[in-house]
């Protein structure tokens, strides 16, 4: 038997040391755990495999997400899409925020696929994120793609680099608005948006 240390060595060295998993293993050890324990050794690369999927939104872009399905109608009434799940990292602490955004938009001409725009939010969302520019993303993404006359965007969320840490109150949520267009300049328009919203728990 010689050397096994050697050999160890030797492996590690043949691996790729940018990869995430790799670093990862680094921070097992830095937070005092051994990463060569049962439960930890495949942990590294099961964590850079989610923290891909959580990031995947910087592999995508409005035109793959949105895959032409806008359509021309006549119709100017309200769109809402309320209730979209997504789940975010704060780009502060990297830890989870997640809850529910509500999209509404004002067509002018033209509207977006419904599954379209949970898409999109989810774009937005897998990305290193602060909720407020996250809302305004939303909005402007639409306004850009099918110039309607307003879009509204809600967003409320629970952060957990604030709850897990103690410095909120476990319920407390944060909400962000962004209004664009009538959304912003119609009182009407906004009210309507905002009494949507608020009936969902009817
Ligand atoms: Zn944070």
Request: glycine letters at 4%; a neutral charge.
């Given at each position: 038997m010689t050397k096994p240390t050697e050999e160890i060595i030797l492996n590690e060295e043949k691996?790729?040391?940018?990869t995430i998993a790799c670093h990862m293993r680094e921070i097992i050890k830095l937070v005092g755990?051994?990463?060569?324990r049962e439960g930890l050794r495949k942990t590294p690369e099961r964590f850079e495999k989610a923290l891909k999927f959580l990031t995947g939104?910087?592999?995508?872009?409005l035109d793959t997400v949105l895959n032409g399905a806008t359509f021309s109608v006549c119709y100017d009434d309200m769109v809402i899409v309320k209730d979209i799940e997504f789940f975010s990292l704060c780009e502060h602490h990297m830890l989870p925020f997640f809850g529910k955004a509500h999209v509404a938009y004002l067509p002018t001409k033209k509207v977006l696929g419904l599954s379209k725009v949970a898409r999109l939010v989810n774009m937005f969302a897998?990305?290193?994120?602060i909720q407020e520019r996250m809302t305004s993303q939303i909005a402007h993404a639409i306004e850009e793609k099918i110039a309607p006359q307003g879009v509204g965007v809600i967003v409320e969320a629970r952060h957990l680099c604030m709850q897990m840490r103690g410095?909120?109150?476990?319920h407390g949520q944060a909400v962000t608005i962004a209004m664009l267009g009538a959304f912003r300049h119609n009182k009407e328009t906004r009210d309507e948006f905002l009494s949507l919203v608020r009936s969902r728990k009817g």
């Open positions: 691996l790729d040391t940018k755990e051994d990463p060569n939104g910087y592999h995508q872009n897998r990305r290193l994120q410095v909120e109150k476990q």
